[in-house]
T-cell receptor
Framework: AQSVTQLDSQVPVFEEAPVELRCNYS??????LFWYVQYPNQGLQLLLK??????LVKGINGFEAEFNKSQTSFHLRKPSVHISDTAEYFC???????????FGKGTRLHILP | DSGVTQTPKHLITATGQRVTLRCSPR?????VYWYQQSLDQGLQFLIQ???????AKGNILERFSAQQFPDLHSELNLSSLELGDSALYFC??????????FGSGTRLTVV
């Protein structure tokens, strides 16, 4: 079975500073990887996804993530955060395009002024 | 607007009652997935339907059931409600071109 571990439940970071949200996954087969964002009182929005190909994936709002198969990681990064990035971020995995998505517990990003 | 419509947005009901949550997928999407988001359990997969047939089951309680109709909309039925069923319930649909799309959710409060 697949699982996702988000290593930090909360990450505080100053505005305009860089941020990395960590994600590790466990699977015995190849996986698809996703990052979703949930703004306060809203639904889930896809930030980016890795299906195959280049291990560096660029998403919306200036976010990017790097797939590292040897370390089974898919960390999310942004070089300079803005107050509008305050949200909860979910790393997720599925084993094929039709399969259910398994989510991590989420990381709450706090932007400090 | 993601194209996935969930109704109602909010629902308040008493323990022991039954409710129905509705999801209309994006036009042309055959797969519908239901998820429950709660503070203690996080985002949990409940059940998947594909073109009217149950495809996969997750952590769905026996008191909960779902179905997908010929017009592809789906309903999640929750019965004998308990306080612990209070949560956000998300529906997602999947299409070949765009992948997963989530609705904005139904917030269920059981009092």
């Amino acid at each position: 079975a697949q699982s996702v571990t988000q290593l930090d439940s909360q990450v505080p970071v100053f505005e305009e500073a860089p941020v990395e949200l960590r994600c590790n996954y466990s699977s015995s087969v190849s996986v698809y990887l996703f990052w979703y964002v949930q703004y306060p009182n809203q639904g889930l929005q896809l930030l980016l996804k890795y299906l195959s190909g280049s291990t560096l994936v660029k998403g919306i709002n200036g976010f990017e993530a790097e797939f590292n198969k040897s370390q089974t990681s898919f960390h999310l990064r942004k070089p300079s955060v803005h107050i509008s990035d305050t949200a909860e971020y979910f790393c997720a995995v599925s084993v094929n395009r039709d399969d259910k998505i398994i989510f991590g517990k989420g990381t709450r990003l706090h932007i400090l002024p | 607007d993601s194209g996935v419509t969930q109704t109602p947005k909010h629902l308040i009901t008493a323990t022991g009652q039954r409710v129905t949550l509705r999801c209309s997928p994006r036009s042309g999407d055959l797969s519908v997935y239901w998820y429950q988001q709660s503070l203690d359990q996080g985002l949990q997969f409940l059940i998947q339907y594909y073109n009217g047939e149950e495809r996969a089951k997750g952590n769905i309680l026996e008191r909960f059931s779902a179905q997908q109709f010929p017009d592809l909309h789906s309903e999640l039925n929750l019965s004998s409600l308990e306080l612990g069923d209070s949560a956000l319930y998300f529906c997602a649909s999947r299409g070949d071109r765009h992948g997963y799309t989530f609705g904005s959710g139904t917030r269920l409060t059981v009092v």
